[in-house]
Structure formats: structure tokens, C-alpha cells
């Protein structure tokens, strides 16, 4: 690891202030920033703490929703009442993602901005454009079974690895940042990730300096919530394809549907128009179906994830049957 | 001071610059609202103060020293294992606030003034904590280098039962008592690998240390 200076900031000013340093990021939980320095793949000069920042809480906001402060652990996000009772979905990501060890430390934020899983990405005596812009990409070509099928480029076909961050997606979540100049601004949760085009190092919409606080989401629409998870171990792994699904029924019609996919590229991936089609439609097996294709329209395999496509599709219908049942018959 | 120290002394070969560099405390202090305080320069040692065990240990480490290589390498309690030193094995879980983590994605620094219960800690050779009790009367494990991290992983994990923290495994998330059964058990522990497959005389242990005696 290479060497680093250290302070622990008192305040979110402070925080700024200290990370204005050249070579200096923030370190929160640390379970992915820690783990990349391990290995050099990120190496930071200045580690700015803020752990101890007043962050940690969860409020209502006006209208119903809930505002998660930036060092909210997972697992405190996860078993928070209101979360599992408002956005099951959200928990249910949560509880899915890592293990009861690292979820007690990572943060909202944190996971928020966790790098890649790509094991070029870690591999530092391999090519990689992410970790080093303009070497190529080993896994266009490589062993890419976790790989991206949607929104990839051929500099990049990495996918984002969170679970968290799929629901809230669905759930349409927004960002809470801090700019350098002491500024607030939000960003949407749908536009905070990036696709990798011929710049994958660049991964959010952050500015440099700026410092993310919160989490905003608005109140969930009514109906059921699911998060379906598809992966190699049972527990503790990383998704090949996961699906977040809202579905609310108008009588035996789709009133609502909301849909988030995880591990199939840059970013979260909402199908806005796998989405839309289902408005309307009777709640049946065809509908969802459809939907799961219409889900992973313009998706490409890349070899060894070919089959990512086909999950993709199941497991989108999958998804949204459990949620229909959830949202069970209702009267019109 | 432990040997490790007097090593890295000689390494360093300015014992006197290390010695006059610890206790300038910048970095013990809380520091100030509104404004970045005064950043020890690269290669400096910092004051780190943890409690361990119950005790309040002192130490001057670099900024890179895991609360992993604390623990073993400069205080000298190597019951704590390092297995792959990257958050998956979970060989090194140790309570930090009665919370289980795992000490090799800590950095010592950041931990400072927290509490830290190793398996060290949990119990004596004359008083085996209920959970090591219950690994040894159940056998939970063959050759014992996970055990460590496993013991303190269950014992966090029965507290986060007992909080009605749910888990991938709980069926009702709006349930306010979580059960403590054999799937909870398997689910909540995946964070700690055991190669030797004791799973489960593992899970045998944990039931019965919670009162259980069957899933």
C-alpha cells in the first residue's frame, strides 16, 4: 500500500476543505477504498475521515419520504423499520448484497460509489482502461461471464456492483451532494452513474471535491416491491442479474410498474420501456414476459455472459409476477 | 513497548525522532468545527488510543496499519487470524462497539477511541465464553484457523438477532422478533468461511449457544 496522510474531520465544511488536497478522497466505511489500496489500485496520498461526521440518520422529509444520511451503515438502512415497511424492496437489496460484516460498515454513500468487481479492473499487471485510461480493455476479449450486456463499450464492459443502489434506482432516489464552493445540489439516482463510453474512469456525475450527504426518496408508489437476486453462491456473492420490481394492479390490470436491473452494466439499469408498456396491459404471465424482453432490448453478449440476456429476461418476468401477487387483486 | 516497535525503530533508525513524534497528538484530539486541522506529514507516526479488552493501549502507528496488524503485530494478540486480508473470509472479524467487523478493512487510525473485543477478550482459558463452550462441545471445527473470527462473528450475529435486525434469510421483514433457526444461522454467517467445511457443527454450536437445540 502506498504511504498516506490522515486527518478526521469534524464537520461536512472541514470535509471539503480537506479533500480540496491533491491525491485525496474521503474514506467512510472503507471496505472497498481499503481493499483497492491493497492492492494499488487506488492510491490515495490524503485519506480524509469522515466516519464520525453526523450523517448517520434516517428522517422523514416532507411529503413522505425519507432523507438517509451518507454514513447510514447498510445494515442499519436495512433494518430500519421504515424502510422495511415503505420500501421492502430497498431492505431487501440490502440484505442481499455482501455479508453481515462488511454491511455493518459500509456506508449509503460508500456503496453508493464502490468501484467495479472486474477482475482486470484489480489485476494491476493487466491492461484495463478504467484503471488506466487508454491501455484497452482485457475483458472484451478475456473470461467476461460477469460482464455487462447492456450499455457496454469496447472500452469498457464492466458492471456497477451494488444492490443497493438498483432499488433505489426503481424507487427513483436522488443524491444529496455538497460542492466544493459549500453549495448543495441533488442529482438523480438514475443519472448519477455513468456508461462507460470511451471514458469508463469516470463513473458519476461528481465533481471533483464534492462531497455526497444524503440519499433523498420520494414516497414509494403503492404496490408489491421485490427484489430478486440471481448469483453462484447462495449468500455473499455478487449478482450475475438482479431485478427490482414495483407492481400495483387496478383490478386484473397493471396500474404501476417499476423496474431496476443490477449486474448487467455500468449502472443500474432502468428499462423505461419495458416500464410503460406494462401500464395498462392485464396481470398475466404474457405481460411480464414481454416485458422481460422488451427489458433487455438491445443487449449484446460478449461470450462467456451470452447467457445474462435470457436471465435477464426471466428473471425481470419472475420479478414482477412475485410483485403482482404482492399487490394481489384489487377493485377497480 | 513490544518488540515489533523496537523492529521497526531500528528500521527507521531514528528512535529519537519517533519517540519525539509520538504524544504530539494531533490526530487524538477531536478536532476543530469548521476547518481542516494541521495533517502529520507523510511517513510520521500517529497516536492511536483503543481500547482493547478493557484495557486502554497506546499506540504510535502509520497511517496504513490495519486494526488486523494492530491487534496482532503490535499488541501482540495474534488469537485474531489474517486469512485473505481482503473482507472475505472473515478469519479476522473481531466487535468494534460490540459491532462485528471485519479488522482487516479497518484501518487502525480510524478506529481510534472505539472498543475492540477480540476472542482474546470473550473469555478465559478457565472461563470459556458460552460460544467457545459451545464450539468445543459441538466440535465446530477441524483445524481452528477460522474459529477466532467465527466465534466473534457469532456472537455479533446473536446480537443483531436479539436487536430484530432482519436478514436475506427472514421470511417477514416486518416482524420485530427475528428467530434464531438453522437458515438464519447459515445466512447470517456466510461472511465466515470455514475450508475444512465444519458448517454444520457450526451452526450445531450457535443454536446451542443461543439456547437452541435444534433449528
Not at chain 1, 415497511?85 to 464502490?114: D, E, F, H, V
Not at chain 1, 472500452?155 to 426503481?170: E, F, T
Amino acid at each position: 500500500m502506498k504511504a498516506f496522510t490522515y486527518e478526521r474531520v469534524a464537520d461536512a465544511a472541514a470535509a471539503l476543505q480537506a479533500v480540496a488536497r491533491p491525491g485525496a478522497k474521503f474514506l467512510a466505511g472503507g471496505t472497498n477504498l481499503l481493499d483497492l489500496m491493497k492492492v494499488d489500485v487506488e492510491m490515495p496520498s490524503h485519506l480524509v475521515d469522515i466516519s464520525r461526521l453526523p450523517m448517520a440518520q434516517v428522517e422523514e422529509i416532507d411529503g413522505g419520504g425519507l432523507r438517509i444520511g451518507a454514513t447510514v451503515t447498510n445494515s442499519d438502512l436495512a433494518a430500519d423499520r421504515r424502510v422495511r415497511k415503505r420500501y421492502p424492496m430497498l431492505s431487501r437489496a440490502l440484505l442481499n448484497g455482501a455479508s453481515g460484516q462488511l454491511r455493518n460498515q459500509a456506508t449509503t454513500a460508500g456503496n453508493l460509489l464502490q468501484r467495479t468487481r472486474c477482475y482486470y479492473f484489480y489485476d494491476t499487471a493487466k491492461p484495463c482502461n478504467k484503471r488506466s485510461p487508454g491501455s484497452g480493455c482485457s475483458a472484451l476479449n478475456g473470461y467476461n461471464r460477469i460482464h455487462a450486456v447492456l450499455g457496454a463499450s469496447d472500452a469498457c464492459i464492466a458492471v456497477h456492483p451494488s444492490d443497493m443502489a438498483v432499488a433505489m434506482v426503481a424507487l427513483d432516489a436522488e443524491v444529496e451532494v455538497l460542492s466544493a464552493d459549500g453549495n448543495g445540489r441533488s442529482i438523480k439516482l438514475r443519472d448519477f452513474h455513468r456508461l462507460p463510453d470511451t471514458t469508463p474512469q469516470v463513473e458519476t456525475a461528481l465533481e471533483p471535491g464534492e462531497l455526497i450527504t444524503a440519499v433523498l426518496l420520494p414516497p414509494a408508489p403503492a404496490g408489491g416491491q421485490v427484489y430478486r437476486k440471481v448469483r453462484d453462491r447462495a449468500s455473499y456473492d455478487f449478482a450475475l442479474v438482479s431485478v427490482a420490481a414495483l407492481v400495483d394492479l387496478d383490478g386484473d390490470r397493471i396500474s404501476t410498474a417499476r423496474l431496476a436491473l443490477g449486474g448487467v452494466a455500468h449502472k443500474p439499469w432502468r428499462p423505461v420501456d419495458a416500464e410503460q408498456q406494462l401500464v395498462g396491459k392485464p396481470a398475466v404471465a404474457e405481460a411480464y414476459q414481454a416485458a422481460g424482453t422488451a427489458a433487455v432490448a438491445g443487449a449484446r453478449g460478449y461470450g462467456h455472459n451470452d447467457f445474462k440476456i435470457g436471465l435477464a429476461a426471466r428473471t425481470v418476468a419472475a420479478a414482477l409476477e412475485e410483485a403482482a401477487q404482492q399487490a394481489g387483486p384489487r377493485k377497480g | 513497548m513490544s518488540d515489533s516497535h523496537l523492529t521497526r525503530r531500528g528500521i527507521l533508525g531514528t528512535g529519537v525522532a519517533l519517540t519525539a513524534l509520538r504524544g504530539t497528538g494531533a490526530l487524538a484530539k477531536e478536532p476543530a468545527a469548521g476547518e481542516s486541522p494541521p495533517v502529520a506529514p507523510e511517513g510520521t507516526m500517529i497516536d492511536v488510543g483503543l481500547t482493547v479488552n478493557g484495557s486502554y493501549r497506546q499506540l504510535a502507528l502509520d497511517p496504513r496499519v490495519s486494526l488486523l496488524d494492530a491487534l496482532r503485530d503490535h499488541l501482540g494478540l495474534t488469537g485474531t487470524k489474517k486469512g485473505c486480508d481482503h473482507g472475505q473470509c472473515g478469519a479476522c472479524t473481531v466487535l468494534v462497539d460490540g459491532v462485528r467487523r471485519n479488522s482487516c478493512l479497518n484501518l487502525a487510525v480510524a478506529c481510534s477511541d472505539r472498543e475492540i473485543v477480540t476472542i482474546e477478550g470473550l473469555g478465559s482459558e478457565e472461563a470459556l465464553h458460552p460460544m467457545q463452550a459451545a464450539f468445543v462441545v459441538h466440535d465446530g471445527f477441524q483445524c481452528g484457523y477460522c474459529t477466532p473470527g467465527q466465534i466473534c462473528s457469532a456472537v455479533g450475529m446473536l446480537s443483531e438477532i436479539e436487536r430484530g435486525m432482519p436478514s436475506a434469510a427472514t421470511a417477514d421483514l416486518a416482524a420485530r422478533a427475528m428467530p434464531v433457526a438453522e437458515a438464519e444461522i447459515r445466512e447470517r454467517m456466510s461472511g465466515n468461511i470455514c475450508r475444512c467445511a465444519a458448517y454444520p457443527n457450526i451452526v450445531a454450536a450457535i443454536l446451542d449457544a443461543a439456547g437452541k437445540t435444534t433449528g
